[in-house]
């Protein structure tokens, strides 16, 4: 759980977008997973859950100070890989996001109603209980909303980290789309979808605590405006275009 987290969002031209991590470069490095090869950026795919009557998206359209998302995050179709459940909470501009990684085939059991202990699956190796907790609130919030399957929303992100601050994080989404889930089947990394309505680069500046004086320099300089981007309300309303990516 990360205290006081703050992300500020900016959609930006790709020109822009470049400007400014080439302006940011002093103060960030690729992020472990995009050390290679950092500005091709690696892919992202979230599967949001949602309640039958879309509570959580309509939040989110109202603009709601306290609210919550519940989604599950993968990398890849290989079977054996983890899977990470995640609840994102806002409260007014403070971000708390609890995330547990967990077997792929538990959260696929999970997901059709038959909900395990995190433990049960791996009696050999230890499980914290801080784990077991976000494990068990992740799937008391989605009995409570009766949540399942909505979209998967995929991009490819560009992420970097502070060069001597670990609560510093700036990333780059692009190609932002989204494909329907159908409630039974298998997660997977879907093979195409449709486009979100979103216009250029998406940029998020995240710290803890403190507001970052370079990070201040940077909207500043290049007179960014802060705006809202829902990527799951976006690829919600994108969803008539599925399989048009």
């Known amino acids: 759980m990360l205290p006081r987290r703050f992300e500020l969002k900016y959609v930006l031209p790709e020109r822009l977008a470049q400007a400014v991590r080439d302006a940011a470069a002093a103060y960030i490095q690729p992020d472990e997973f995009a050390v290679t090869n950092p500005r091709s950026g690696y892919p992202v795919c979230s599967l949001y859950l949602d309640s039958p009557s879309m509570t959580l998206f309509q939040q989110t359209v109202e603009g709601w100070e306290s609210r919550y998302k519940l989604r599950i995050r993968l990398y890849d179709n290989q079977p054996n890989s983890p899977v990470f459940c995640e609840i994102k909470r806002r409260r007014n501009q403070v971000i708390i996001k609890q995330r547990v990684q967990a077997p792929r085939d538990l959260v696929e059991l ?55 601050d670990d609560n510093v994080r700036v990333t780059f989404d692009r190609e932002i789309w989204g494909a329907p889930y159908r409630p039974g089947e298998r997660l997977k990394y879907p093979a195409s979808g449709a486009a979100a309505p979103i216009q250029g680069v998406v940029l998020e500046l995240k710290f803890n605590e403190r507001y970052p004086a370079w990070m201040h320099q940077l909207v500043t300089q290049f007179g960014l405006e802060r705006c809202s981007v829902p990527k799951y309300v976006e690829c919600v309303r994108a969803g008539r275009g599925f399989g048009t990516r």
């Open 110 to 164: 999970a997901l059709s109603g038959q909900v395990q202990s995190l433990r049960s699956r791996n009696p050999e190796r230890a499980v914290t209980s801080e784990a077991q907790e976000v494990w068990d609130e992740f799937w008391r919030l989605r009995s409570e909303l009766r949540a399942s399957g909505i979209t998967y929303v995929v991009y490819r992100r560009e992420a970097y980290v502070g060069r001597n």
